[in-house]
Nanobody, 115 residues
């Protein structure tokens, strides 16, 4: 079965950094484009970043460009999101996504940016 497990969230002060991880299993990870989404209270889930199967192409939401970096380690079946210069607007639950024959999601990891 397809499984995605996010980790690395927590409480951080404005200007700080976090690295999120998503451990994948149940499919050929190296063949699949991966994405990070986030959902803040009262808002729709939004796309944050995308990375192609071999890591050769990345895309970011305008709100995080220059601050966030998506990467992957296919040997570890893991995708990462390095988040720098965090602001309170980055507070959300962050979800890992894999689009296969269906769209699969992890349970999410909470990121709270507060002083």
């Amino acid at each position: 079965q397809v499984q995605l497990v996010e980790s690395g969230g927590g409480l951080v002060q404005p200007g700080g950094s976090l690295r999120l991880s998503c451990a994948a299993s149940g499919f050929t990870f190296s063949s699949v484009t991966m994405r990070w989404y986030r959902q803040a209270p009262g808002k729709e889930r939004e796309l944050v970043a995308r990375i192609t199967n071999a890591g050769g192409s990345t895309n970011y939401a305008d709100s995080v460009k220059g601050r966030f970096t998506i990467s992957r380690d296919n040997a570890k079946n893991t995708v990462y999101l390095q988040m720098n210069r965090l602001t309170p607007e980055d507070t959300a639950v962050y979800f890992c996504n894999a689009a296969l024959y269906a769209w699969y999601w992890g349970q999410g990891t909470q990121v709270t940016v507060s002083s």
